[in-house]
């Protein structure tokens, strides 16, 4: 297992278009979470996932932004008519329900940038 | 609301000096604090934990110190190394809240050879 994976690493997008990022969890974490990181800040929580099960959404995360997780394997987080103020950094990252003490497994993430 | 905040946005120590990160808090419902370690164009990397039952948790070099009534907790690192320059973050979490973290924004420690 080679951790938690993000694709793409980048993306550019114009103002308006849609956009799709992908994480892959450790496999036998049934815990997944998205958070969303600008510059100078702390990442900042948006959704999470026990198994396919959707528990929990951030108010950041606003009708224009969808979550998924499938068979309660990878994720999809789509962001419908980007904004120039959805550039940042998305983490995704994934643990066991009960390592509350052992962390999370962060992702490198995919930067987004809207022009 | 913040209510997790690192007031020190940076701190440059000695090789092989102490470096003491600072973290404080609002919510007394946090139940753990975690705090990650995070190198330029990677995700942050989990470090060290402390449980809101106990007041320190030691990891070899590392060090987490928690103040309950202070809403307070800090990061020791003995002796600092050139490879530990890197922004830290502190972050937070309660027992029902699903481990959601609550984070910091972070400091950037340099650690100068």
């Known amino acids: 297992d080679t951790g938690v994976s993000q694709n793409p690493r980048h993306k550019i997008t114009k103002r308006g278009q849609n956009v799709t990022f992908r994480c892959d969890p450790i496999s036998e974490h049934n815990r997944l979470y998205w958070y969303r990181q600008t510059l100078g800040q702390g990442p900042e929580f948006l959704t999470y996932?026990?198994?396919?099960?959707?528990?929990?959404k951030s108010r950041l995360l606003s009708d224009r932004f969808s979550a998924e997780r499938p068979k309660g394997s990878f994720s999809t987080l789509e962001i419908q008519r980007t904004e120039q103020g959805d550039s940042a950094m998305y983490l995704c990252?994934?643990?066991?329900?009960?390592?509350?003490?052992?962390?999370?497994?962060f992702g490198s993430g995919t930067r987004l940038t809207v022009v | 609301d913040q209510q997790v905040k690192q007031n020190s946005p940076s701190l440059s120590v000695q090789e092989g000096r102490i470096s003491i990160l600072n973290c404080d808090y609002t919510n007394s419902m946090f139940d753990y604090f975690l705090w990650y370690k995070k190198y330029p164009a990677e995700g942050p990397t989990f470090l060290i934990s402390?449980?809101?039952?106990?007041d320190k948790n030691e990891d070899g070099r590392f060090t987490v110190f928690l103040n309950k009534s202070a809403k307070h907790l800090s990061l020791h690192i003995v002796p600092s190394q050139p490879g530990d320059s890197a922004v830290y973050f502190c972050?937070?979490?309660?027992?029902?809240?699903?481990?959601?973290?609550?984070f910091g924004g972070g400091t950037r420690l340099m650690v100068k050879p």
């Open positions: 972050a937070a979490s309660r027992n029902n809240a699903g481990n959601m973290l609550t």
């Open positions: 996932f026990q198994n396919e099960a959707q528990l929990e």
């Open positions: 990252a994934s643990s066991l329900a009960q390592g509350a003490l052992s962390g999370y497994t």
């Open positions: 402390i449980s809101s039952i106990k």
